[in-house]
């Protein structure tokens, strides 16, 4: 079965809720692959050229393009850039709010073999001088705010960039993206082999320095065949996902999943979260699918739900576990179940809740059709059922799948991770009876005091369960006698007031939902928690700064202790 075909069959799939037939699908790896040219052009562009492939906003601004008009605009960016002789094999910097030459930059370097870097709004120069300095690129394209870090950061490499390209306004050294109108709308897609570097995300960082997950220009794409699936979108639906460029988490399901089966995708560029604004824009646009960080569907169940009228059919959620609460608050309001995944920056969507399936409220789901995930101990032992253990991918050359290719200059890293025919995620999980996956949290993020294990996700799942709790972090804090003693930070719900007495009850509320070892004994009440731009709480950081007040032996501002401390 050749690649489009099996294109063609996870669309009917996705259509006649038939997931079965996934399973026999087995993807042989052609010598040559490239996602533009074998299956965005004739799936979409050449079918269904007047299909609106995206609809962009921004306050009163609405702009839409059909398939047929993007791949004209992305034909002329890669004609501009071929001018400027960037050649295949060569790099892209691409730091752009979500605005829509994201969309056509891709489309644009993934025809012409030209490996995309994506970094998000927020890194400052310091960030792009790691980036770099780690991998120089050949092309750099930015907004004004933007444009004046990448300057500041080229200058102290030595290097220069071949050619940068301006959104908006006029720059010294800068090329305006409007220069691009000048060019054919037709150009050759260049003849990329499927193992060839795609993509280099940096990841988040949630335990450390970035690492450079390296994707194929087969693996990648045909691994988000699972996020498809996942999210259940199809041709003709209005896809909107809560995600800014930058991260993996854009080009999963703001830019491959929707257009593997021809959806429409909404581009939703924010000054700042609405929660209103948000659900007027769900209800108003008619939004059919639509995925979201939990951190974002916190702020919107705050709100009256039933006060919209949704055309929503599939809701997920990604970036974090799902808190049952969360689950609950949203089905009431919207009458659509929020269903769970798990995936990281080095795969695509790995163990998910698929639509019409039977959802156990809190856990991750079942694994993908392409992948072959286990359970394991660090020796490569594949674990019994409810025993927890390493979340690994089975891993061969044989397989087919969006497991990333490597770490990027990194090879003792590379060795870390890929042992006993295995890929270690660096997650912990457990499988019960039925093959469904449960979350315990990060190797890093499990908490060990007095001899027993912590899964902080359980922990800060009582607590979201609780109405004045918004959101809330569970991290090891150093005890002189239990080691480490389960600490909770946590942000108030609206209207709140922080108080020792709304401490003292959420102490009592926790003794009365965990057992007595999973407690509670510090709480620290804050006003945000450092996260990555996807929406992951960095736990790393809120443990460094409880162990440096810890071995200073501070009291915290707004930190309450269990009187059994």
Not at 31 to 53: G, I, Y
Not at 83 to 95: A, R, S
Not at 515 to 530: D, N, S, V
Request: proline fraction near 5%; charge should be negative; hydrophobic fraction near 35%.
């Amino acid at each position: 079965m050749n690649t489009l075909e099996i294109y063609r069959r996870v669309a009917q799939a996705i259509a006649e809720r038939d997931f079965d037939i996934l399973d026999q699908l087995k993807p042989i790896k052609p010598t040559h692959f490239n996602w533009v040219t074998d299956v965005f052009e004739p799936l979409n562009v050449q079918q269904h050229p007047n299909d609106l492939a995206l609809i962009w906003k921004y306050n009163d601004q609405q702009q839409t393009y059909t398939f047929a008009e993007l791949a004209a605009r992305s034909n002329q960016f890669l004609n501009f850039i071929r001018k400027h002789d960037v050649q295949y094999g060569d790099n892209i910097f691409i730091q752009l709010p979500l605005v829509p030459p994201n969309w056509y930059s891709y489309l644009a370097c993934i025809k012409g073999g030209i490996v995309i870097i994506p970094a998000a709004t927020s890194l400052d120069v310091r960030d792009l001088e790691f980036r770099f300095k780690s991998v120089f690129p050949q092309v750099a394209l930015a907004d004004q705010a933007n444009a004046e870090k990448i300057d500041k950061a080229e200058k102290t490499t030595g290097k220069k960039i071949k050619v940068k390209i301006i959104t908006e306004g006029t720059r010294e050294g800068w090329e305006s993206i409007d220069n691009i109108l000048s060019e054919s709308i037709e150009a050759e897609g260049a003849k990329t082999q499927s193992d060839d570097d795609l993509f280099y995300f940096f990841t988040s960082g949630t335990t450390g320095m970035p690492k450079i997950v390296v994707h194929t220009h087969y693996g990648y794409p045909m691994g988000h065949l699972t996020t498809t699936t996942w999210v259940g979108m199809k041709r003709g639906d209005l896809h909107y996902n809560i995600s800014q460029p930058g991260w993996a988490k854009f080009s999963w399901s703001s830019f491959f999943a929707p257009w593997n089966v021809g959806a429409t995708i909404l581009g939703y560029h924010i000054d700042r979260f609405d929660p209103k604004e948000q659900l007027q824009t769900l209800q108003d646009l008619k939004v059919n699918t639509f995925c979201s960080p939990p951190t974002s569907l916190r702020m919107l169940i705050q709100e009256d739900l039933s006060a919209y009228t949704f055309s929503l059919r599939e809701c997920v959620a990604a970036g974090e576990p799902l808190n049952p609460e969360i689950i609950e608050v949203w089905k009431k309001g919207t009458g659509v179940l929020i269903r769970d995944g798990y995936g990281q920056t080095e795969a695509t969507a790995l163990v998910v809740n698929l639509p019409n399936s039977n959802v156990k409220f809190g856990s991750m789901g079942k694994p993908t059709f392409l992948y072959d995930i286990v359970i394991a101990d660090d020796d490569g032992q594949q674990l019994e059922t409810l025993e927890e253990g390493n979340i690994c991918l089975t891993h061969n050359k044989e397989n087919v799948n969006g497991l990333f290719k490597t770490y990027l200059n990194d090879t003792g890293r590379h060795q870390l991770v890929f042992k006993h025919g295995l890929y270690y995620t660096g997650d912990k999980a457990y499988k019960d009876e039925e093959g469904y996956l449960w979350f315990v949290g990060r190797d890093d993020d499990v908490i060990k005091a007095s001899d027993f294990r912590i899964g902080p996700f359980e922990v800060e799942s009582v607590l979201l369960e609780h109405p004045k709790v918004l959101e809330a972090a569970v991290i090891a804090s150093p005890h002189a006698l239990r080691s480490n003693a389960v600490k909770a930070f946590i942000i108030l719900a609206p209207e709140v007031k922080l108080t020792a007495e709304v401490a003292q009850e959420l102490f009592d509320y926790c003794e009365n939902q965990l057992a007595r070892y999973k407690i509670p004994r510090i709480i620290e009440f804050t006003h945000e928690l450092p996260k990555t731009i996807s929406g992951k709480i960095r736990r790393i950081e809120l443990r460094a700064e409880e162990a440096l007040s810890k071995h200073k032996k501070e009291k915290r501002p707004n930190e309450f202790y269990h009187d059994k401390y």
